[in-house]
């Protein structure tokens, strides 16, 4: 056995098969674990998906949202044991791979054009 070979079949072990189709432009809730002292509770996290980086089990999403005025950005690993859930809110259609655009964007101009069929 190659050794890419094994390091395929140990990290098929970890890929979650219950995750939505992702896509860049779509609104989402991520559910993270947050643990604090003995307790574990999940906190969403919602904003626009502007980033993907396909890499297998390594895959991440880089999620926009804007709170109290200022962008915040979270890279998450969507296959990493702590993310709990996602769920897609809204598509939008958009035209580019990934939208850092937004950033230098506020207001109104962030809005993006709903995808209707989907």
């Keep these: 056995m ?16 219950d995750l939505p189709e992702i ?10 674990l947050i643990q604090e ?3 574990e509770r999940v906190q969403p996290y919602e904003g ?9 089990v390594h895959t991440t ?4 949202r804007v709170f109290q005025g200022v ?3 979270r890279v998450f690993v969507i296959h990493s044991p ?7 809110l809204r598509r939008a259609k958009v035209r580019k791979a990934k939208l850092y655009y ?7 101009g962030t809005r993006l054009t709903p995808k209707l069929n989907y």
């Design 2 to 17: 190659k050794l890419r070979e094994l390091v395929e079949a140990v990290e098929a072990k970890f890929v979650k098969q």
């Design 61 to 64: 999403v880089t999620v926009r």
């Design 71 to 73: 962008g915040v950005e």
């Design 102 to 108: 937004l950033r230098d964007r506020i207001g109104k």
């Design 82 to 88: 702590l993310i709990k859930n996602i769920e897609i």
């Design 48 to 56: 626009t998906v502007i980033a993907q980086h396909r890499a297998g």
């Design 37 to 39: 002292g003995n307790k």
């Design 23 to 32: 896509s860049i432009g779509d609104t989402v809730k991520v559910g993270i």
